[in-house]
């Protein structure tokens, strides 16, 4: 019999979580169905998982788990696959010459692991240099809560917050941080509550090794109110 050394390969993968690719695998079909027949296909698929695993769906509170799934999954974790929640990012003149390099740091990160879709949380941190033009500071911050609302690995998440803020501004000079927590490795397989993984992604300018240590500088300032 021959292997198919793809399938072979899935666990390794998965428990080494390993990302395949630069942009989340998505189908050609995957918008071919409203977002309301894939909460009906959902439910279904969550409640036969529930059965399968002996749970009594009759029990009041039990019953109306898998739709409650199936709306969390379309409409708000998995929200950001699609393309019409996208937050539009609009710019403006850098009219009063700001120079120096803008940090919004402390984003909340609220991701799924897609090899156990288990959840990821953690802090973003943004950098960029004007190049002409500004981005509402919000807008940082949903462009993070857009790519992280799927399935992601976190090197994925990092690299595509970078290059969205680097089409939107137009310039290659933005950098991102995230250091997050993996409830896959949390809470099973090694179980190391205490462990972060910590990705970066530096673009134009953050190569410069005094530009990135200023920015990796200021992330480290204790903010409190």
């Given amino acids: 019999m021959e292997i198919d050394n ?4 899935h666990d390794s993968i998965g428990e080494n979580h390993v990302g395949t690719s630069a942009d989340t695998p998505m189908k050609a079909d995957a918008f071919k169905l409203t977002s309301a027949e894939k909460i009906e296909i959902i439910k279904d698929d969550v409640r036969h998982i529930m059965e399968t695993l002996g749970l009594d769906l009759t029990d009041d509170s039990l019953s109306g ?11 708000e974790i998995f929200g950001g696959l699609d393309p019409q929640k996208k937050p539009s990012a609009s710019t403006f003149d850098n009219k009063y010459k700001y120079g120096e390099m ?3 740091k402390n984003i909340t990160v609220y991701s799924t692991c897609e090899h156990h879709l288990l959840p990821i949380v953690g802090r973003a941190h943004i950098a960029y240099i004007s190049n002409g033009t500004v981005v509402g500071l919000s807008k940082m911050n949903r462009i993070v ?8 690995v976190q090197e994925r998440l990092t690299i595509q917050v970078v ?30 509550i205490d462990s972060s993984t910590v990705t970066s992604e530096f673009g134009g300018q953050f190569k410069n090794k005094d530009i990135k240590r200023e920015f990796l500088d200021y992330i480290k300032l204790d903010t409190t109110f």
């Fill in 65 to 75: 788990t898998p739709n409650r799934v199936a709306k969390m999954f379309v409409n």
């Fill in 163 to 192: 290059k969205e803020l680097q089409k939107v501004l137009n310039t290659e000079d933005v950098a991102c941080v995230i250091d997050a927590k993996h409830l896959c490795v949390n809470s099973r397989g090694i179980r190391d």
């Fill in 102 to 104: 803008l940090v919004e």
């Fill in 145 to 152: 809560d857009y790519f992280a609302k799927r399935p992601q």
């Fill in 6 to 9: 793809t399938t072979k390969n």
